[in-house]
């Protein structure tokens, strides 16, 4: 599975961004593509993810009711709608995918995601 991340920039405070994740491969309905993200000096952390069917998402908390992942299966890409941004969103923000066996409950898990694409930068300026 190959991914590739794009639509990063910089926005002011309270901006919105939507990143794109192209994701080619071996994959299934059942497969978990998600976004992930790190900051300067800090680790990586879970934002967002989705099944390819469009039947489970999952959202870290601070991610819920400003950021939407949806997907377009005919374009082969997922997105990450980002709204109200803030200066602490500020990251390279990763998309992944698993191998297609992960439970749902194990969605936010780094490391259940076998695959990574490239990060795309995000800047909030205050």
């Known amino acids: 599975v190959q991914l590739q991340a794009s639509g990063g920039g910089l926005v002011q405070d309270g901006g919105s961004l939507r990143l794109s994740c192209a994701a080619f491969?071996?994959?299934?309905?059942?497969?978990?593509i998600g976004w992930f993200r790190q900051a300067p000096g800090q680790e990586r952390e879970f934002v967002a993810t989705?099944?390819?069917?469009?039947?489970?998402?999952l959202y870290a908390d601070f991610a819920k009711g400003r950021f939407i992942i949806s997907g377009d299966n005919s374009k082969n890409t997922v997105y990450l709608q980002m709204n109200s941004l803030k200066p602490a969103d500020t990251a390279v923000y990763y998309c992944?995918?698993?191998?297609?066996?992960?439970?749902?409950?194990?969605?936010?898990?780094?490391?259940?995601?076998?695959?990574w694409g490239q990060g795309t930068q995000v800047t909030v300026s205050s």
């Open positions: 491969g071996r994959m299934t309905g059942r497969t978990f």
């Open positions: 992944a995918a698993d191998s297609g066996t992960t439970i749902l409950s194990e969605g936010k898990k780094i490391t259940r995601y076998d695959y």
């Open positions: 989705m099944r390819r069917s469009g039947s489970s998402t």
